[in-house]
């Protein structure tokens, strides 16, 4: 007999297809309030559920009796209650490496974006407002040559690295749980204390994963720290960061600007007062969403699937 997997978000047909072979999806592009509780009674029976983003709890997993495998379409898996799918002999896993480039192209492109005042200058060209003369109130900020702080020199963060060194002459200071000796050697990276990345760094780029220890990370203290014409970047979790203090810190301009893929709130509240502040480039958390790497990354999260329901060991596990 065929297992069954739910399904929670987007996912190509052809993946689905090749599913099928093995497994009987059930597929909600998205959920909604109004499929909510069927999502929730698909539960019952489902030895599968793959998507991202969706708390994988307690509370979640009283519905779920049969669940064998949770499978996330992201890097990232603060979603998941370890814990609690340990409990439950449940295999968890994940998509890394797959989106590793990507990720960083975006993030590095959020660096440029930011220091250069690109989205600014569009809607100032597309609203018909180019003057002859640009002047210094648009100017930006050089990127190259620079100082990069890199808080969490993971597979993206060292990705980062590599562009930021050998493509723009920067200097790299990295602050980690551990020392990441292949980026010191390949991308002459400096590890150092948060402190001192802090306020030697021109561009401080937040890549840490979402856990207890890294939760508001940076806050109030560590945004003083940095230097008045720093930028700020965060391609982690919102919750890395106290946005309070991000935007006091932003609106008070002791920090210079900040180019931001993730928020405390997602999506963010067409109130937050980021969305309103020249400096600061918003992206909608789309690290990695291309057309190949989100295919990749789908592909990737249904072979852990399936290899977790048939027995075998699925590539990316979550060691819990
Ligand atoms: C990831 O893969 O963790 C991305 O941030 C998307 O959630």
Redesign the pocket.
Known sequence: MKSKVVIYKPVPLEIRKKMEKTCDIVYFEQLNDTNHSQFINELADTQGLMG??LPINEELLNHAPNLKVVSNI???YNNMDLAAIKKRNIIATN?PDV?TET?ADTIFGLILTTARRMTELDQLVKSGQWNELIGEELFGLDVHHKKLGIIGMGRIGSAIAKRAHLGFGMDILYNNRSRNEEAEQAYEATYCSLEDLLQQSDFVCLMTPLSAETEHLIGEKELRLMKKTAIFINGSRGKTVDEEALIRALEKKTIWGAGLD?YQKEPVDKENPLLKMPHVVTFP?I??ATYETRFA?AELAAENMVKGLTGEKPPSLIKY
């Open positions: 991202s983003g992201s890097v990232g998509t989106l990720t993730v958390h690290g990695s990354m």
